[in-house]
């Protein structure tokens, strides 16, 4: 199902990132866990009661600020384009300015749902100019506060309540999504695997805005290939425009099996590649990397060598993927491509029989048993896969708190050393013994 996206908008400091936070669960920083992906992170999936929803957080609109005028009304037009619904964030203790009513007037015009949400509400003092909002002239106000969670359940039930489930046009097809930096190659790559001209191709970098579906047929069974807006890295020109076509990439994403990684073999791999690799790492999706542009590349077999040594140090956190090196333009190698997307998406698929998989976790753990830490050893109990899409694995412990990442990182490569989990994640989850 195609997920609805909410936009976070309003003025800057009216406490748009603290509800954003609020209703992730969790706060999202620029730096995260993962070794190797640091980034700004402006969107996430949320699911409430059932209802998973692409949450947004834009930049403050100020209008004010005459040297970012343009930009700051191309981020707002693109944030209100891109959501379904909008929540028209306003402050309880400041009041209207403005400002305020600029955003308001866009919102009209766009004629899509908005919601207001008055937040800082965390005082009586409120309830004296709470009717001041009504001029706006939205039917939906609520009185929220981000920082201490009052409201924040009647705005997420307003939020649903029109939500209407919208069908996947293609359910039973495996679907593959090429991602990557702008003028990688990625549209080109699709019409090499198309063998036709059906997507613009351009070396204006973010030529491609829009995820694009195609359907072909390989080998007699149909399939599916989304082409993406081009990431940018922050701080380049264009980036608020970029922000948004990097939503539009994350939600095709969200609906690929498979994400195609796409690096540029004339300019090798910067840090934004990894942080790109990233986004696929963190919605669990199997990945195949690709060296495009391989033409442009001479003495090919040492070239080679040395892309797949630099590939295995730069992404580490990603060592499960495997490498196709291609030629969108020329077509060379591009039949390499197809298989190796099969593999990680069957691998992705893959279930293990408990018996297998706990013979596999007992003899790692005889062959290397962890140190016993303040008087307590580890101890594992049972095994067992909970689901794929990725392979999910529940490992029954005596207390959680002693894993480290050294050993939850061994006991991967033992699982991974038995069976072929190649181009796909995997998960492990410590339980407590008797924890659901």
Same mark, same amino acid.
């Given at each position: 199902?195609?997920k ?19 209703i ?50 191309v ?30 007037? &866009? ?22 100019t709470e ?12 009185k929220?506060?981000g ?7 009647e ?16 359910v039973?097809?495996?679907k ?16 090499a ?6 997507v613009?191709?351009?070396?204006i ?11 072909f047929?390989?080998?007699?069974k149909?399939?599916?290939?989304i082409?993406t ?36 073999a ?5 840090? @934004?590649?990894? @942080? ?7 919605a ?5 990397i ?14 080679m ?11 580490q ?44 976790? &007992? ?9 016993s830490?303040?008087?307590k050893?580890?101890?594992i109990?049972?095994?067992s ?14 207390s959680?708190s ?29 339980k ?5």
């Amino acid at each position: 199902m195609k997920k609805p996206v909410v936009a976070l908008l309003g003025r800057p400091n009216v406490g748009k990132s603290t509800i954003f936070n609020r209703i992730v669960g969790k706060k999202i920083s620029i730096i995260e866990d993962t070794p190797g992906i640091t980034r700004d992170r402006i969107y996430s999936l949320v699911d409430y009661k059932g209802y998973k929803f692409h949450l947004v957080d834009t930049g403050g609109i100020d209008i004010e600020n005459k040297e970012f005028n343009d930009v700051i009304k191309v981020q707002a037009e693109l944030a209100i384009d891109e959501a379904d619904i909008i929540v028209f964030v306003v402050d309880a203790k400041e009041g209207l300015t403005s400002n305020d009513f600029i955003v308001r007037d &866009m919102l009209i015009k766009a004629n899509k749902k908005v919601i207001v949400a008055i937040n800082k509400c965390d005082s009586n003092k409120i309830n004296e100019t709470e009717y001041e909002f009504y001029e706006l002239g939205f039917d939906k106000i609520f009185k929220i506060s981000g920082e201490h969670n009052i409201g924040i359940y009647e705005l997420l039930e307003e939020i649903i309540s029109e939500f209407d489930p919208i069908e996947e046009e293609y359910v039973d097809t495996i679907k593959f999504s090429i991602i990557g930096r702008p003028n990688v190659g990625k549209s080109s790559l699709v019409n090499a695997l198309l063998n036709e001209d059906r997507v613009i191709v351009s070396n204006i970098a973010g030529t491609t805005r829009d995820a694009i579906d195609t359907p072909f047929t390989y080998h007699g069974k149909e399939y599916v290939v989304i082409d993406t807006a081009g990431m940018r890295k922050k701080g380049k020109v264009y980036e608020t425009v970029e922000r948004y076509s990097l939503l539009r990439s994350m939600k095709a994403i969200d609906r690929s099996d498979v994400c195609c990684i796409v690096i540029n073999a004339e300019e090798g791999i910067i840090e @934004h590649d990894k @942080h790109i690799a990233g986004y696929a790492l963190d919605a669990g999706k199997a990945v195949v990397i690709v060296v495009n542009k391989w033409d442009t590349v001479d003495d090919k077999d040492s070239a080679m060598r040395k892309w797949k040594n630099d590939i295995e140090a730069n992404f580490q956190f990603m060592n499960y993927a495997k490498v196709v090196f291609l030629s969108a333009k020329t077509k060379k190698r591009i039949h390499t491509l197809m298989p190796e997307i099969l593999n990680a998406y069957e691998n992705s698929k893959k279930e293990i029989k408990t018996s297998l998989l706990n013979n596999v976790i &007992m003899d790692a753990y005889s062959l290397n048993i962890p140190p016993s830490y303040k008087g307590k050893r580890l101890k594992i109990y049972f095994a067992s896969q909970v689901s794929t899409n990725p392979p999910t694995f529940n490992i029954q412990v005596n207390s959680k708190s002693l894993i480290h990442f050294s050993y939850e990182r061994y006991l991967e490569n033992k699982i991974r050393e038995s069976f072929d989990f190649t181009g796909t994640p995997i998960v492990l989850q410590f339980k407590n013994k008797g924890e659901q």
